[in-house]
């Protein structure tokens, strides 16, 4: 079964039973908002059919990381890996989140961007 | 082993005659390769470090410029109130070499890259800052002057066509100086030398040899001798080799062919060790040397010199190079970024092209537009942040040279050393008091 969403044109990954939609589940709405732009990480359009494409490793944690590499303030975010440009934007003044920094050096997170590989 | 090299030793009757020292700090660190490394990134990641670094620098500037006024971003700009926008010019330029012109359908009979200079009266200016892209209008703005890369605060309004109309401009500027005891001590004199392009056919050797015997006190006489044993410190700025670019034609060499290629890099180690025995010696890489293609150049690697790297004269320097010497801070390039302001912008001289790049606070403004550099992500290694008092440039035309003077009392010193296999001449500046002079080589005898 062809499915429509993005989840076709990256990895293909075997479910395990039939996937149900989860309809219920809306974008968390970051409550420490790194971003001064748009904050859909996650188009409208994908999530017309009731769930999300990359499930995995995508949790509260990414969604704040996300939003720092999707935030204009600090630069473009591709090419460099996150915890390089959080330094970056710290070197240059810019006082990004501390709570991006601490996400980052804990570890158990993407450490590059979300466009890394995508693009 | 590193050999200490032999002060000047001339049995003049009276005594020995003694080469002047001075005290040598390299500031080259920041052109050096650090802890760098290619991970896919654009050249997106350097323009936005250099826009941040100069804009916060504008910001600091712009109290003192035109207080009164509000700051905006290109996106906020509103139809005709009058504001300050700060951002990365970018000139569309027609004549402006394109790769894709080499794919396009219609190829015309002639050649594609062939003009020196590509500014047209069509060129117009854009600015441009994270946010969006404006088209400059205005006749203070002329495009012929500036080129892609400068960033700078403007003072003026957007009008009904979209377009900002500039009333004011204002620049970064010289930096800070450190100001410098003019004609203070004794007479120490740099030479500056480039374009040497040995193993090239109209580089003359003998021209080459008779300046490095009057360096090292082996012409002339004892008055001679005297001037030349003040000369602390000889500068090579690039192009010191010319390889047989015919043999490289991707084709195995033979034997013979190898020794053939590597013939001009061992003649200059040999008549580079004539000059280091005895001077201070730095040498730059340039656009024909055996070094990387991007700026910032690293050293020419010290196994092409196995006689001269061995005193502790000898330095290998990075392109742009920068320097003190007994306090006077040096800075300098091989050419390459003044060569291509000449070829993207149009000016009087080459000296109008050195001063614009010191207002404007950044070495290579080009970069990487249409002159190769590494695409950084944390800096921008061509931003001067100190002013020198000594600017040179190598491989041009002529031997020029100029005196400019900031709005916070910096002097500079500016040179243009010209190709030494084309002109026979070296220049040779005073310490003491920032003067300069050419020093000229030639074997014609008229008969």
Known sequence: ?119 | MAAAAAPVEVDSGNGVLQRKQSIYKSMDESFEIQKEMYRGQQYSQIYFARLHLMRTLLYSLLPTWKPHLPICTVLGLEEGKECIIVGTLYKHMKLKPSILDEYSKERSASPLVKPHNFVHSDDYLVLEDESGRVKLRGSLLLPSVYVTGIVVALHGKETGAGDFVVEDILEAGLPHQIELPLNSGEDKYVVFISGLSVGSSSANPLHFQLFVDHITGHLGDEKEQGIAAQIVQVVVAGNSVEFPRGLLNGQNLGSKDQSRLSEPIKELDILLTQIAAGIALDIMPGTSDPANFSLPQQPLHKCLFPGSAAYNTFRSCTNPHSFELDNVRFLGTSGQNIDDLAKYSDAKSKLEFMERTLRWRHLAPTAPNTLGCYPFTDRDPFFIEKCPHVYFVGNQEKYESSLIKGSDGQVVRLICIPRFAETGTAVVLNLRNLECHALSFGTQFSS
Not at chain 1, 56 to 83: H, I, T, W
């Open chain 1, 1 to 119: 079964m062809a499915s429509s969403d993005m989840k076709g044109f990256f990895r293909q990954k075997k479910k395990l039973g039939i996937s149900k939609p989860k309809s219920s589940k809306r974008s968390p709405k970051p409550k420490h908002s790194a971003s001064c732009g748009s904050h859909l990480v996650q188009p409208p359009a994908l999530v017309s059919h009731g769930f999300f494409d990359l499930q995995d490793e995508y949790d509260d944690k990414e969604e704040v990381l996300r939003q720092f590499d999707m935030n204009m303030a600090y630069g473009p975010c591709l090419g460099m890996s996150r915890l390089d440009r959080w330094e970056r934007a710290n070197a240059l003044g810019l006082h990004p989140p501390k709570e991006v920094e601490n996400l980052l050096r804990a570890g158990k997170v993407n450490s590059e961007c979300l466009w890394d590989g995508r693009v």
